[in-house]
Nanobody, 115 residues
Framework: QVQLVESGGGLVQAGGSLRLSCAAS????????MGWYRQAPGKQRELVAT???????NYADSVKGRFTCSRDNAKNTMDLQMNNLKPEDTAVYYC?????????WGQGTQVTVSS
């Protein structure tokens, strides 16, 4: 079992920045890919960024150049630095971790960007 806890969400004006963090605990020694997803009201959950155990990130086109995903394997944490936020970035952001053939999810953290 892996437990994931997100933090860092909040309310910010358009053009502002937020930093999300995800802390992993439990059977974390074999976590491969970690990722950030988001779900806006009335929409499906979508991929924001993934990062391998080697620290190589990939981003959705909608956030490239604005978001930076990083990972600290020693601390079992993953961060998402979000700059130049737009109202369309408003969503619940979820942390995920793939290990042992399963995908684990955090409880989510709300990000609201006002125009």
């Amino acid at each position: 079992q892996v437990q994931l806890v997100e933090s860092g969400g909040g309310l910010v004006q358009a053009g502002g920045s937020l930093r999300l963090s995800c802390a992993a605990s439990g059977s974390i020694f074999s976590i491969a890919v970690m990722g950030w997803y988001r779900q806006a009201p009335g929409k499906q959950r979508e991929l924001v960024a993934t990062i391998s155990s080697f620290g190589s990130p990939n981003y959705a086109d909608s956030v490239k150049g604005r978001f930076t995903c990083s990972r600290d394997n020693a601390k079992n944490t993953m961060d998402l630095q979000m700059n130049n936020l737009k109202p369309e970035d408003t969503a619940v952001y979820y942390c995920s971790a793939n290990t042992g053939g399963r995908k684990y999810w955090g409880q989510g953290t709300q990000v609201t960007v006002s125009s």
